[in-house]
Nanobody, 116 residues
Framework: QVQLVESGGGLVQPGGSLRLSCAAS????????MGWYRQAPGKQRDLVEIITIGASTTYADSVKGRFTISRDNAKNTVYLQMNSLEPEDTAVYYC??????????WGQGTQVTVSS
């Protein structure tokens, strides 16, 4: 079992920045990808950005040029640097961890609110 602990959410004004962190612990074997999804009220959970074991990234068009994913392999931690935040970025952000065998784990979510 992989446990994921997210941190870094909060309230920020439009144009501001936040950095989310997701630390994985437990029985961790080779992972396939780690990344972030988000879910706004009344909407489905959508991909934000993920990074694979090969360091390739996939991201939503809406965050291109504003959000950057990175990882620290030694700490089993993935980060999401979010710049130029917009009210439309308001959502609960979830960390997702996928092992090479296809097992998927989700974090509990962290709220990001962009408002003046």
């Amino acid at each position: 079992q992989v446990q994921l602990v997210e941190s870094g959410g909060g309230l920020v004004q439009p144009g501001g920045s936040l950095r989310l962190s997701c630390a994985a612990s437990g029985i961790i074997f080779r992972f396939a990808s780690m990344g972030w999804y988000r879910q706004a009220p009344g909407k489905q959970r959508d991909l934000v950005e993920i990074i694979t074991i090969g360091a390739s990234t996939t991201y939503a068009d809406s965050v291109k040029g504003r959000f950057t994913i990175s990882r620290d392999n030694a700490k089993n931690t993935v980060y999401l640097q979010m710049n130029s935040l917009e009210p439309e970025d308001t959502a609960v952000y979830y960390c997702r961890f996928v092992t090479s065998s296809g097992s998927v784990s989700w974090g509990q979510g962290t709220q990001v609110t962009v408002s003046s």
